[in-house]
């Protein structure tokens, strides 16, 4: 089967309504297909002021907003308007990008028609709660993922570690990688500006300690304000620099007042921030890949993470800046604290990271994803 007898629907709870990584992985998977023949109809919610305009033809899904994080949208199932236009569009194959509302609206869909759907993980769902104090109702959450992901012919991860947590949900739908790339003219060591970090009033001889991503909860942002008041308490000398936003941004700032806030940064502006850090600390398990993690490997700055799902693929613990098990504040400060005490160490790490991140491209990437739907579609001739 050639690229241009594809007839792709892609669905997607947040296409780019709100900037965040698996929608900026998308975009660009949506930008390769086109530009290899395949037809693409995206649907998914959007918004009168999208944070960016979307690749590829793009079909409103009526949603509503997320309880209790209303910047986000849930897709009403799938309603006549766009069902009408997915029939017209005559997919030969779905794929969805999570199990909310309207991605099990269009398995369903495509199970009613004989059409193959390919289902792509970008955040680990089940993990959410839990910041919101909603554990209990994780075993629920699990049975409908794994519920979600046997229905589909081919499951998308970004990473071998997160093909173990969806085969442990008990998932046996065939797995394909769909690992992730980053821009390199973009975020590259020569990106870093002694200059804007003084202009956030941080002293070339400071060491700074970044925080990149959305100012939500999952993203760990309660271990990361721990650890810093233990560097604190141990007499660690070191500035930090938040680049983001979101709606935890004033809780965040309440718990660690001494760092500069640069706000949200795009473009070349976050290649500079992320340049200019010295470590970057991701405490999160929510990641699926960790795009915060491989584009500061990409600028050269040693990364010390979670050990967990994501975060152990990408960082070489010792090598490229350290792995922590999670919630453990000792462990991360201590890790910390010898990149910071140690210059020589902080260099040789960051120039292993850079290295390391010239393996994410995101052609190959995006062409795993192409040859994995024409497997599913010759499976399905073949069946």
Do not use: C
């Not at 995206?42 to 590829?56: D, E, L, N």
């Not at 209990?136 to 947590?165: C, H």
């Amino acid at each position: 089967m050639r690229p241009s007898d594809l007839r792709v629907a892609l669905f997607s709870g947040n296409y780019n309504y709100v900037r965040d990584g698996a929608n900026q992985a998308q975009n660009l998977l949506v930008g390769y297909l086109l530009s290899q023949g395949v037809k693409v109809r995206v649907y998914s919610p959007t918004s009168p002021t999208p944070a960016f305009a979307p690749r590829g033809d793009l079909v409103d899904v009526p949603a509503i907003p997320f309880p209790g994080r209303g910047e986000y949208k849930l897709g009403r199932s799938l309603p006549t308007a766009p069902r009408r236009d997915l029939e017209a569009f005559a997919p030969n194959l779905v794929h969805v990008s999570a199990p909310e509302f309207l991605g099990h609206a269009a398995v369903t869909w495509a199970r009613g028609h004989d059409v193959p759907v390919v289902a792509a993980v970008h955040t680990r769902f089940e993990t959410y709660f839990d910041y919101y104090r909603l554990g209990f109702i994780q075993p629920a959450i699990r049975w409908i993922l794994k519920r979600f992901y046997n229905r589909a012919d081919r499951v998308l991860v970004p990473t071998p570690s997160m093909g173990e947590i969806i085969r442990e949900l008990g998932v046996d739908t065939t797995i394909s990688l769909w690992p992730r790339g980053v821009n390199h003219q973009r975020f590259s060591p020569e990106r870093r500006s002694l200059e804007w970090r003084r202009s956030l009033g941080i002293a070339d001889d400071e060491v700074a300690i970044g925080f990149l991503g959305r100012l939500v909860l999952e993203k760990g942002l309660g271990v990361f304000a721990d650890v810093i008041a233990a560097l604190r308490e141990r007499g660690v000398r070191h500035r930090v620099i938040v680049v983001g936003e979101g709606p935890a941004r004033d809780w965040f700032a309440g718990r660690a007042p001494e760092a500069a806030f640069a706000g949200f940064q795009s473009g070349d502006d976050l290649g500079r921030a992320v340049a200019s850090m010295d470590v970057l600390f991701n405490p999160s398990v929510t990641e699926t890949w960790g795009q915060v993690t491989s584009e500061a490997m990409a600028a050269g700055v040693p990364v010390v993470a979670a050990r967990a799902t994501g975060a152990v693929d990408l960082v070489q613990d010792g090598v490229t800046g350290f792995l922590v098990t999670p919630q453990q504040i000792d462990g991360y400060a201590g890790a910390i604290a010898k990149l910071i005490r140690d210059p020589d160490l902080r260099s040789k790490a960051g120039a292993a990271s850079h290295a390391r991140a010239a393996e994410f491209q995101w052609e190959t990437a995006n062409a795993q994803v192409l040859a994995a739907y024409t497997e599913v579609m010759r499976a399905r001739v073949s069946a």
